[in-house]
C-alpha cells in the first residue's frame, strides 16, 4: 500500500467552484506539504504545516488554503478556482527530525484542471 | 528569485552512456541536496542526496558531485539505462527548512 494517498487523482472543475483536494499518509511523519507543478517551473510550495497545530504559507499560498485534520491528514482547498490554477498538485510529508537534514516523500499527485 | 535552476530541460543518452544532469544555486546557505526522479503520472521518488560537508555520494550508478566554491551540483548515472528515462529534479535546502526544487530535466536513454 502506498504511504501517501492523494484523492482525488484528477479533477475537471469550472471557474468560480471550491475544490478540496485530500492527502493522508501511514508514515508517521509530522510534517506535511503541497506542491504544484507547473511545465518549466519545477516544483512550487504552496503551504506546509510542522504539527496539527502548525500551518504556514508557502511561496504561492494566494488562492489557496488548508487544514490539517490530524497529523496523518492535511487538505488543500481552492476557494474559487480560476484558470490557472491548472496544475499537478502534489502532497509530501517528511519526518521532522529537529537539526537534521531530511527527505520528503511524495504522493502520486492530483491533475487539476479548471475551466 | 530562482534560487535552483537547472538549465537543461531535457537530455538525450545512449544506453550504456553517462547521463550528466546539471543544477546551479545561488544560495550559499544551502546545506543540504537532493535529486529526485519523476515518472509520468506518479510522485517524485528521492534518489540520492548529498551534504555539504561532502564533494562527492555514490550510490550504485548513481553519483552526486557538488562544488561549493561554484555552488554547482551534478548527478552522473553511469551506464545509463532506459527505464532511467524520467524527469529528475534537484532540490536544496537549509539545516531542518524546507527543500527549494529547480525547475526539472526530461533525461531520455534511448536503447
Known amino acids: 500500500d502506498a504511504d501517501v494517498t492523494q484523492t482525488p487523482r484528477n479533477r475537471i472543475t469550472k471557474t468560480g467552484k471550491r475544490i478540496m483536494l485530500e492527502c493522508s499518509q501511514t508514515k508517521g511523519h509530522d510534517r506535511m506539504y503541497w506542491y504544484r507543478q507547473d511545465p518549466g517551473l519545477g516544483l512550487r510550495l504552496i503551504y506546509y504545516s510542522f504539527d496539527v497545530k502548525d500551518i504556514n504559507k508557502g511561496e504561492i499560498s494566494d488562492g489557496y488554503s488548508v487544514s490539517r485534520q490530524a497529523q496523518a491528514k492535511f487538505s488543500l482547498s481552492l476557494e474559487s478556482a480560476i484558470p490557472n490554477q491548472t496544475a499537478l498538485y502534489f502532497c509530501a510529508t517528511s519526518a521532522g527530525l529537529a537539526g537534521l537534514q531530511e527527505t520528503q516523500y511524495f504522493g502520486p499527485g492530483t491533475r487539476l484542471l479548471v475551466l | 528569485d530562482q534560487q535552483v535552476k537547472q538549465n537543461s530541460p531535457s537530455l538525450s543518452v545512449q544506453e550504456g552512456r553517462i547521463s550528466i544532469l546539471n543544477c546551479d544555486y545561488t544560495?550559499?546557505?544551502?546545506?543540504?541536496f537532493l535529486w529526485y526522479k519523476k515518472y509520468p503520472a506518479e510522485g517524485p521518488t528521492f534518489l540520492i542526496s548529498i551534504s555539504s560537508i561532502k564533494d562527492k555520494n555514490e550510490d550504485g550508478r548513481f553519483t552526486v558531485f557538488l562544488n561549493k566554491s561554484a555552488k554547482h551540483l551534478s548527478l552522473h548515472i553511469v551506464p545509463s539505462q532506459p527505464g532511467d528515462s524520467a524527469v529528475y529534479f534537484c532540490?536544496?535546502?537549509?539545516?531542518?527548512?524546507?527543500?527549494?526544487f529547480g525547475e526539472g530535466t526530461q533525461l531520455t536513454v534511448n536503447p
Open positions: 544560495n550559499s546557505m544551502f546545506d543540504y
Open positions: 532540490a536544496a535546502a537549509t539545516s531542518g527548512s524546507r527543500l527549494t
